[in-house]
């Protein structure tokens, strides 16, 4: 017998066809869809132990933050009116601390807030970079969302041993893989192309290499230092490095991909990599407006998968996917319009985030087989009215406080536009404390109208040193050698 079946809903499924029923039902016996199909007359008779009655609901898949951070989710309005320069300082800072074993109350309660609203915005899958992960595996985990967690490695951006690096990293994938009935899963996380060494990224390759059902995530192409670091690493450009090292293919996610020219494009499809394109958070911070956008119609062009990432959530103030189909397309629309269609940008959304992420054979799509992750939008509102063009209004105007229902694994996690799996008033009073304490401990002043970090002097103190004067030094000297060669 079916365990839960939805009808009546207008039902978008971003399968192969990108079929759309305007009454549609969905079957889902064991955590695994097993039915989508036009409405039936006698779909008020179904035989299921819950029937949910879509009447005025949009189901498409569950959401995929193909990138993002989520340690700082606390900090949320913190960064908001800083300069380029004081938030990456004040930021860095902190996350120097967070390697020290510092701030663990404001972990778990960024964790907790951040499962909750992602949860609470029809998002159902998280790829998470972060520096100390397991508390946030184990928060997800509880909270009925999937996730790919894997501590950030870098030997240029913080003080901490490399090979104390990566024995967390092995501690933390034997301990957290496969977890959760499957849903948590491990990554490998070289933080960046800019912060990373030659012998970083080989020491990536080898522990790849013993876990291959890994993705290996990481920033690449995302500033112009990016290809000026991997030729101080003795290699021709970032991907050049990449592949000699053995990591440019199919099991790459590539987060920003910005300053990617034809030839990456080009390489980047046949290694079948994937790449998550992430506006908001360029669009608010842009550190060089002289630079291009990632060229997401080329990459899908050739053939690239491409997902959509939140990425800091806390830098732009905003926990919501929706709007970053929007901001896609917006930016994309800078070089002349049409670029990005609606069906295109809500696969970005769903079915290519899951295929960047390689797991497009099991998530993305409404389709029989895949495992059961539905949002139901609540779509019979003004806001809706009238509804043409489904796919446009789901990439242009639906948003997080649309989402009423959330089913991941065909267990319903949201229901009537409540999270079922956290106290929304623990969560909130949890993250409050930790917050008021952040700023007794550290001196961040954070009220109402905004917040000012400590002064330079006490940022200076709480700042890695060693690795990023060696990132400077090693830019500096291929800077040089690139104006004066030979």
Known sequence: ?????????????????????????IEIEDSVITAVRAARADDTAIDADRVIDGSGSLALPGLINAHTHLELTPLIG????????????AMTAVYERIAEGEFDYLLEAGYELAAY?????????????????????????????RGFFGPALSDLFWDRSVDEQFARARRFIEEYH???????????????DWSCTRDLWER????????????????????????AMARANGAADSLSLLEEVGLLDDRLVAAHFR???????RRTAAADAGVVHCPSVFAYWNPDPELQWTPVPELRAAGVDVGLGIDDHYWHDSYDLFGEARQARLVASLEGTGRLSSMELVRLLTIEGARALGVGDELGSLAVGKRADVVLLAVDTPKFAPLTNVPARVANSAGAGDVETVLVDGEVVVEDGRVATMDADGVRSRVERAVERFADETGWNLHAGGGEPPGPLELARDLPKRGPARLLSRLALESIRAEFPG
């Open 1 to 25: 017998m079916t365990d839960i079946a939805i009808r009546d809903a207008i039902v978008l499924t971003a399968d192969e066809e990108n079929r759309l029923f305007e009454r549609g039902t």
């Open 78 to 89: 913190a960064f908001s009116d800083l300069e380029l320069t004081e938030l990456l300082a």
């Open 117 to 145: 609203n992602f949860l609470a915005g029809g998002v159902t899958t998280v790829n998470a970079m972060d520096v100390r992960p397991r508390v946030g595996a184990d928060t997800f985990g509880e909270a009925g969302l």
């Open 178 to 192: 496969g977890t959760y009935d499957g849903r948590i899963r491990a990554a490998i996380c070289p933080h960046d």
């Open 204 to 227: 990536t390759a080898s522990l790849a290499a013993e876990y291959p059902e890994l993705p290996v995530h990481t920033h690449l192409l995302e500033l112009e230092a990016s290809n």
């Open 259 to 265: 300053v990617a020219d034809r030839d990456d494009v």
